[in-house]
């Protein structure tokens, strides 16, 4: 890709974007985790649903740093495939 560092500083690259199909079994899953959400959120009253609601949002919290850290992790495992791509291409040349 032509400019690649120019169209993601611009924001023409979105970083987040899947072109990955989820399974058909983890489809299931989470259909499942929405409805039991919205069913438990539904019947709980009081101090069960707050602490509920805690639970679920505490959750989001956890795998959304878990999320950012994998993708972290995966970026630099990327610049360390570049940069040893380079570094050895250098190398080369120079023997």
């Known amino acids: 890709m ?3 560092i120019k169209e993601f500083y611009y924001g023409n690259i979105d970083p987040q ?3 990955i199909k989820q399974s058909k079994a983890v ?3 989470m259909q499942m985790l929405n409805e ?3 069913y438990l959120t539904a019947k709980l009253k009081g101090v069960e649903k707050s602490k509920f ?3 679920v949002n505490a959750w989001s ?3 959304g740093e878990s999320n950012l850290d994998s993708f972290i992790v995966g970026f630099r495992l990327g610049a360390k495939f570049t940069y040893d791509t380079f570094t050895i291409s250098v190398k080369e040349l120079i023997i």
């Open 36 to 38: 039991t959400e919205e």
């Open 17 to 19: 974007a899947r072109s």
């Open 27 to 29: 489809m299931k899953e």
């Open 2 to 4: 032509k400019d690649f």
């Open 61 to 63: 919290v956890v795998n």
């Open 53 to 55: 609601l805690d639970h």
